[in-house]
């Protein structure tokens, strides 16, 4: 429980990394996370550490999008978020790409074709070819 408690933190501070290497800084980078459920293919968001994910973004500025095609709206903060739809425009306009959940109707081989970055906490792109920078956790 400590660790997947501590999860988020180490996320957030790697994305930090993976973009300071490209001379950004995580306050207003563009950055989509990719899956709020809780686990794969479900719509569950209760204890989903993607809401912990949201919360650090929020506290560090990023300008960020969520991407999940089992949840329309979800709360943070006391406040309602709705997720987007993911279309090759905004993979190709944000600066990193956060797989958070491993949702199996996620299009992996062409969200490596068209994003930047991709940081894979659930090692999803595995087998998959990677023209771009490829992190994983």
Request: aromatic share 6%.
């Amino acid at each position: 429980g400590e660790i997947n408690n501590s999860m988020p933190d180490y996320v957030i501070n790697r994305a930090m990394q993976i973009l300071n290497d490209d001379g950004k800084a995580l306050r207003n980078a563009k950055v989509l996370l990719l899956g709020v459920a809780y686990k794969k293919d479900i719509d569950d968001m209760r204890e989903s550490p993607s809401l912990k994910l949201i919360e650090l973004l929020i506290q560090q500025g990023a300008d960020f999008k969520t991407v999940d095609p089992h949840v329309e709206k979800f709360r943070v903060n006391g406040e309602t978020l709705e997720t987007t739809e993911l279309t090759d425009e905004l993979l190709e306009e944000v600066d990193i790409v956060i797989l958070a959940t491993d949702h199996t109707t996620f299009d992996y081989a062409n969200i490596a074709q068209k994003s930047k970055v991709v940081f894979d906490t659930r090692n999803a792109f595995k087998g998959i070819e990677m023209p771009n920078r490829y992190i994983k956790l």
